[in-house]
């Protein structure tokens, strides 16, 4: 397999091309659960550093990204882009994650979920779950379909992503989407996560958005996910900065709790690199897609 600084010159050469073609669908194939009436105000932009931003979500969709028959490895790996709850960073954290998947053997899906919102929500604490939960409901149910293999699929997550991913990995048993086959992912890959919402490491902005500036101490524990942690969490991969202003403790404190339960776990480390920096730490001596690659083979999951 090409290694990532080979996949990124041949993907800013092919980017014009047919190898950018996907197919995008609805995460919901009816009804939006919790959803209210209102009109579709979802705004696409980029910003000072060219990425792709979608903010006012309110229409969720999964877009898929198929490899070639003869790189296929039966695993996927459901992509949560990062924003703070407030906007999905669906280029970066998003599509360009889905083309290098797939250029690995690895069928991807990548979620543009819904953005917490009273106006467009019942209940905005749990719409961003509810979409994860969908989103593995659907790519399981239709496994045979895509050529994945049921127990190979993972969910990958950046910043406010890794926090709904890890809320996925340690909440999969509540089943707001009524599945009838498991939610649990087969492994986790968290990239500058925020993984709590406690005062010490947690990131105010996420929180703010999921649960509101007055969110009671119940429901802070309740989505500061390594408290969430239990034998059956799924194994994960996952890489931050020190220097990061969503504090690497975050993935510290979550590396710990699956290690107090024997779930193994990959923690890298960085010096430099700062948040949101994608696949690319320019400031790191090796990059996290190749080491979740080795890591993804070790694990037996490709």
């Given amino acids: ?33 919790g959803a209210k ?11 000072a550093d060219s990425v792709l ?25 459901i992509v949560f882009p990062g924003g703070g709850y407030n906007v999905n960073a669906l280029g970066h954290e998003g599509h360009d994650v889905g083309e290098w998947l797939k250029q690995h053997g690895i069928t991807a899906f990548v979620v543009k979920y819904r953005i917490p919102d009273t106006t467009t929500m019942t209940n ?9 939960e969908q989103a593995i409901m659907t790519v399981r149910s239709r496994a045979a379909e895509w050529g994945i293999k049921p127990d190979r699929i ?16 340690t909440h999969y048993r509540e089943n707001l989407v009524k599945s009838t086959i498991s939610l649990r992912p087969d492994f986790s890959v968290l990239i500058y996560p925020v993984i709590s919402f406690e005062d010490s490491i947690g990131h105010s902005g996420s929180k703010e958005s999921l649960l509101g500036k007055n969110a009671s101490p119940e429901k802070i524990a309740a989505y500061s996910n390594q408290l969430a942690v239990d034998k059956e969490t799924p194994p994960a991969f996952i890489a931050h900065a020190k220097d990061d202003h969503v504090s690497y403790k975050n993935s510290v404190v979550y590396a710990d709790a699956l290690r107090k339960n024997k779930v193994p776990v990959e923690l ?9 920096f994608g696949m690319v730490n320019k400031e790191a001596p090796m990059q ?4 979740l690659v080795l890591w993804l083979k070790k694990m037996k999951f490709i």
């Fill in 1 to 33: 397999m090409m290694n990532f600084k080979t996949f990124l010159t041949l993907f800013f050469i092919q980017s014009g091309s047919a190898i950018m073609a996907q197919q995008t669908i609805p995460l919901y194939p009816g009804n939006i659960p």
């Fill in 37 to 47: 009436k209102t009109t579709d105000k979802e705004t696409s932009t980029y910003n």
């Fill in 288 to 291: 996290w897609p190749d080491e």
């Fill in 124 to 132: 905005k604490e749990i719409g961003p779950l509810q979409d994860a």
């Fill in 268 to 276: 890298l480390l960085f010096a430099g690199g700062g948040h949101g």
């Fill in 154 to 169: 993972g969910v990958l997550g950046f910043s406010a992503g890794g926090h709904l991913a890890s809320t996925l990995s």
């Fill in 53 to 77: 931003i979608v903010s006012k979500i309110s229409r969720p969709t999964i877009t898929i990204y198929l490899p070639e028959k003869n790189k296929a490895t039966g695993a996927a790996i």
